[in-house]
């Protein structure tokens, strides 16, 4: 889709039209939309390699939870504490990073953070004492962080508006496959060297990531701009204002103060926020209670309970493969269905809403995945049907987190985008810091059967937001102090939208009917 909305800055002043959130010329060589296929994979696998490398990090620890409750004589809360400070350490970059990348440009934050988050993740493996290792821990959370929030703006960068949904796709199976394999490798690598080589052996995964991206091109159309005054000995360009904010007080408006105030007088984003963050939650307390689970019921050693995290990549990428089949058959249909009413000429351009429907599907999966796990986990049922359920919940769980944040970046427009999704992001990741340190205590005291089935009810709690967005979301965007230049159709109110314009009229040329659309701009996380 083509959309060139009018863009304002804070004053209000109108600013010339931008093409979906690029200052670079269709036809500029240099525009990260007209490179090679070979290149945009490149940087594309790049990105999705550190995103791995982050959340693979994040997990790996819970392999060696059992040896560091001895080893530092701690409890089990406590010992989860270094997992839940990392995700706490990620919550910070999405409030930052956004408004390093302005300056500086995404590959230099890229390659500036990594090797902080390796040393980090050093310093928690020579760790002597608890404190040492929860700080480092926290630390290396904090570095990794910008991995997690800058891939969204990189895969913006390089694949056109219509390929949203696919690279929100790409960019799960990056994030949910490395928290997979977290315990699947360290698993092997713990029992035979013990808990330290957790971290050693995500050392080893980040420096090959870095060495993969040591190339890695800007991707960013404004320092691509500065980039080539300097090259060319030219003044630097001038350039519109940042979005998200050129003073200090503007950028924490942003990233800050607007997203506290959107998550309690936004309807869609309070919704998707807390619907995703509650999924979150859920997700990574698994990461503790399952191998609590496969262990006590099965009998499962920690290189089994690992394989048993299989599961999760599988199911990520059914997630991904059916959250792409559906938006591409969607907007194949919807793209007929507008030819057809209008004798083949182009017709006004699909609502976003379109984009929900993989979460109507993993809104149902959830709940009943979590059913299934709780009361199949038992002695006369064979683990391999827990381990299936599992498969399940994680492909709901990845559906409904790649269509609602997908939606949601386009939403509103570049500032609004900014702030919404910082708000998802960072309450998401808190949900997934606390989860954790409560899901053993529930398993004691509730059983397992009934811990999680409580969750399975909150879960159906949730399940209408997708079905009610999709219904009622254009409006609520329309009316949103945050909107400008919005489309407002419903998809029932698009098709009758464009019957009426068939009946009552002759259709104008092919740009009077496209409606402006918000352009997908400088999103702040993918967690």
């Not at 990620?90 to 890229?110: C, D, K, N, Q, W």
């Not at 690279?167 to 928290?179: D, E, R, T, W």
Request: hydrophobic content about 50%; glycine content about 6%.
């Amino acid at each position: 889709m083509d959309y060139s909305p009018t863009l304002r800055s804070e004053t209000g002043k109108e600013m010339a039209p931008k093409m979906i959130g690029h200052m670079l010329s269709p036809h500029e060589p240099d525009n990260p939309l007209n490179w090679p296929l070979h290149r945009k994979i490149y940087v594309s696998a790049v990105a999705a390699g550190f995103a791995y490398v982050a959340t693979f990090g994040l997990t790996a620890y819970t392999a060696g939870i059992t040896q560091v409750m001895s080893h530092f004589q701690v409890s089990m809360t406590v010992a989860v504490l270094p997992m839940s400070l990392y995700l706490i350490g990620i919550v910070f970059a999405p409030m930052f990073s956004p408004h390093l990348s302005e300056r500086l440009g995404r590959s230099t934050v890229y390659l500036c953070t990594v090797p902080i988050f390796a040393l980090f993740i050093l310093g928690a493996g020579l760790a002597q004492n608890f404190a040492t290792l929860a700080i480092c821990r926290f630390l290396a959370g904090f570095f990794a962080g910008p991995s997690l929030v800058l891939i969204e703006g990189t895969f913006a960068d390089v694949w056109s508006a219509e390929a949203t949904v696919s690279y929100y796709a790409v960019l799960a199976v990056a994030s949910y496959a490395g928290a997979a394999s977290g315990p699947l490798i360290a698993g092997f690598v713990f029992a035979a060297k013990g808990w330290r080589w957790t971290q050693w052996v995500t050392l080893m995964l980040i420096l090959a990531a870095y060495l993969l991206g040591f190339g890695l091109p800007e991707t960013y159309p404004r320092e691509i701009l500065r980039r080539q005054a300097k090259r060319r000995a030219l003044p630097p360009p001038h350039l519109l204002p940042a979005e998200s904010g050129v003073r200090l007080g503007a950028m924490a408006r942003v990233t800050i103060l607007h997203p506290l105030r959107m998550l309690v007088s936004e309807p869609v984003v309070i919704a998707i926020s807390l619907f995703v963050a509650f999924n979150f939650g859920v997700l990574f307390s698994l990461f503790i209670a399952i191998p609590v689970v496969l262990h006590a019921v099965y009998a499962f050693s920690i290189r089994r309970v690992g394989i048993a995290f299989l599961s999760g990549i599988g199911g990520v990428l059914l997630a991904s493969l059916a959250s792409i089949t559906i938006d591409h058959v969607t907007r194949l249909w919807q793209r007929r269905r507008r030819q057809t009413m209008t004798g083949g000429a182009a017709a006004m351009v699909a609502p976003i809403e379109s984009r929900l429907i993989p979460a109507m599907v993993g809104a149902f999966l959830i709940p009943a995945a979590l059913f299934w796990i709780g009361w199949t986990a038992k002695p006369s049922i064979g683990p391999a049907v827990t381990i299936v359920g599992t498969l399940v919940y994680v492909c709901g769980n990845a559906m409904v987190l790649i269509s609602l944040i997908s939606y949601l970046f386009d939403a509103y427009p570049a500032a609004g985008t900014l702030s919404a999704l910082t708000t998802a992001a960072c309450l998401r990741l808190l949900f997934a810091a606390v989860f954790p340190l409560f899901i053993i205590q529930m398993i004691t005291r509730l059983t397992g059967a009934w811990a999680l089935s409580l969750f399975a009810f909150l879960a159906c709690v949730f399940a209408p937001i997708p079905f009610a967005l999709y219904r009622w979301g254009a409006g609520l965007r329309a009316r949103s102090r945050y909107s400008r230049n919005l489309s407002t159709l419903t998809a029932a109110e698009f098709e009758h939208a464009t019957e009426q314009q068939q009946q009552q009229q002759p259709l104008p040329p092919p740009h009077d009917l496209q409606q402006p659309l918000p352009p997908p701009q400088e999103p702040t996380t993918s967690v």
